[in-house]
């Protein structure tokens, strides 16, 4: 069963590179999500997207662009990586409704220098 | 005020103790409640949802107090493999994309 499946888990970049981080889930969930966690703080929401075609900016989007044309893909870009960027990102996917869990994928570790 | 606080922690306990995290959050109008746990370097898992009964599932009881808007997690018998960090989820409304995590509280179960 992959579920939620992120790549890479491991980046460095160099400031003002750009980069895409890849997710794809495979459980027809609608509902899919970008987070980033950083030490001291909750997972706070990049993106998300409620559907194919349909995407909308969460939390802290600056610098984040996403699009979503599969339901199954949502890849979230770096445009000009900064060392804020430093994080651990989450791909999420989940089906429609307040109550349905949160399926994560590993987690990618990015460091920007 | 953040919109989900939990305790700071870390706890540190021995195996076997019984400890309680608390979460805190802001939006009365908050539907629905979750406690997340995620391991060291690795994705949050869903631990168990919170009903407004309060609920229990083997070792574990949370209870949710709306009127206070605080949350609890007991763990009773702890285990070594009890742990992790334990996040707090609170969806600020029942549809939607408004799932809000507190910081999460660090558990570590001594032998």
């Known amino acids: 069963n992959a579920g939620v499946t992120q790549t890479p888990k491991f980046q460095v970049l160099k400031t003002g590179q750009s980069m895409t981080l890849q997710c794809a889930q495979d459980?027809?969930?609608?509902?899919m999500s970008w987070y980033r966690q950083d030490p001291g703080m909750g997972l706070r929401l990049i993106h998300y997207?409620?559907?194919?075609?349909?995407?909308d900016q969460g939390e802290v989007p600056n610098g984040y662009n996403v699009s979503r044309s599969t339901t199954e893909d949502f890849p979230l870009r770096l445009l000009s990586a900064a060392p804020s960027q430093t994080s651990v990102y989450f791909c999420?996917?989940?089906?429609?409704?307040?109550?349905?869990?949160?399926?994560f994928g590993e987690g990618s570790w990015l460091t920007v220098v | 005020r953040k919109e989900v606080e939990q305790d700071p922690g870390p706890f540190n306990v021995p195996e076997g103790a019984t400890v309680a995290f608390n979460c805190t959050y802001s939006n009365s109008a908050s539907q629905s409640f979750f406690w997340y746990r995620q391991d060291c370097r690795k994705e949050p898992k869903l631990l168990m949802s919170v009903y407004s009964s309060g609920n229990e599932d083997g070792r574990f009881t949370a209870q949710l107090n709306r009127a206070s808007q605080y949350i609890s997690l007991l763990i009773r018998d702890s285990k070594l493999s009890d742990s992790a960090t334990y996040l707090c989820?609170?969806?600020?409304?029942?549809?939607?994309?408004?799932?809000?995590f507190g910081p999460g509280t660090r558990l570590s179960v001594l032998p």
């Open positions: 999420a996917s989940r089906p429609p409704g307040g109550r349905n869990t949160i399926y």
């Open positions: 989820v609170v969806n600020m409304n029942n549809y939607g994309q408004n799932f809000v």
């Open positions: 459980m027809n969930h609608e509902y």
């Open positions: 997207s409620v559907g194919a075609g349909i995407t």
